[in-house]
């Protein structure tokens, strides 16, 4: 399946119909209907189908549309599964599952899915999961959770949970860590790795300071420095920020489509493998670099200036 954009991803409380109402008309790639941490306990039962009436009655423009269940060793998962699926499980992307520590963890919602699609003759495999690992166990594994299924689309950091079970003394996630560097540079890389091996998407996860825009703007260029695909946001005022940082520039776009026109010429005109684009060397594996960039920018909107456009059809 090709990767689906996933810039921004907006959290929306599954009890609040309101938000549920909000969120498919904001600016977000993606929107996720929490049923999890957002939602009040005694309130979980009764949001499930406040969720299905959600995703049924919205027009949810084009985003990804997703459910996070709970956590697959809570008394709720399995309820989470078969009523959002049962309910509207054509107008569901992706399940997200929290606190994954194992590849068992994917296994049991995968089957769970499989069982479900084939009882309502929904298409086999069409329903994705994107796994939350958010805590050291789901950490050391995240190699076999990513490689657990083939609805895998995504591994998604859960850094307040990470934070509280790794005792960091900190009370928020933002740039508050006291701590000479980023502190989660590890775990960022890590995830990635796994994910890139895997051939799937991975989204860091929320900063809590929401009126801190420039905090937030650093955070995600963090994330996308590592090549993560997107963040969550948890508030309108974050989308605009958080797609702009995980949006190639234009002169970054620009360049990537001068890279590939540029060894295009050389290797199927003048037949070499390594030639000079103004001061710099560039070869099979620049043309890959460029060419990630440029799926990239397209799947964004991004399109080439116009003389990066004439200049390519010139040549
Ligand atoms: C998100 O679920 C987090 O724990 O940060
Ligand atoms: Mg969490």
């Known amino acids: ?36 941490d957002a939602c009040a306990p005694l309130e979980k039962p009764a949001a499930r189908g406040k969720v299905v009436e959600a995703l049924r009655s919205h027009d949810w423009q084009g985003k990804v549309r997703v459910v996070r269940i709970n956590q697959v060793t809570s008394q709720f998962a ?36 499989g069982s479900l699609e084939q009882t309502l003759g929904l298409t086999l495999g069409a329903i994705g ?25 995504t591994i998604t950091y859960g850094p307040a949970d990470f934070s509280a079970g790794m005792q960091f003394p900190n009370l928020t996630v933002a740039n508050t860590y006291n ?7 590890y775990v960022l890389f890590k995830l990635a790795v796994a994910a890139r091996a895997a051939g799937i ?39 605009e920020p958080c797609n702009d940082v995980f949006t190639p520039s234009q002169a970054d776009f620009d360049k990537a489509v001068q890279i ?9 005109v003048e037949r070499r493998g390594a030639v000079m684009l103004g001061d710099e060397m560039i070869d099979e594996a620049s043309r890959k670099m460029a060419q990630q960039f440029e799926v990239r920018g397209r799947a964004a909107g991004l399109t080439p200036s116009e003389h990066v456009a004439a200049a390519a059809a010139a040549s």
Not at 129 to 151: H, K, P, T, Y
Not at 179 to 185: A, Q, T, V
Request: proline content about 5%; hydrophobic content about 45%; overall charge negative.
């Open 129 to 153: 999961i994107e796994a939350q690992v958010e805590d050291a166990l789901g950490l050391m594994n995240v190699e076999e959770i990513a490689f657990a299924s083939q609805r895998m689309e």
């Open 201 to 239: 998407q991975v989204i860091d996860g929320p900063y809590l300071l929401i009126r801190d825009i420039a905090g937030f703007r650093e955070a995600a260029g963090r994330a996308a420095a590592l090549g993560y695909d997107g963040k969550w946001v948890l508030h309108p005022g974050q989308i």
């Open 260 to 268: 590939l026109e540029a060894y295009r010429h050389a290797t199927e």
């Open 78 to 113: 399995l309820d989470d599964i078969r009523e959002v699926v049962t309910g509207a499980g054509d107008s569901v992307d992706c399940i997200m599952v929290p606190k994954v520590r194992n590849a068992g963890d994917i296994a049991f919602v995968d089957r769970a899915l």
């Open 179 to 185: 701590y000479p560097g980023d502190i989660f540079h």
């Open 1 to 36: 399946m090709p990767s689906r954009l996933r810039r921004s991803v907006l959290a929306c409380p599954g009890s609040n119909p309101r938000m549920m109402e909000k969120a498919a008309a904001c600016a977000a790639d993606e929107v996720f209907l929490d049923l999890e």
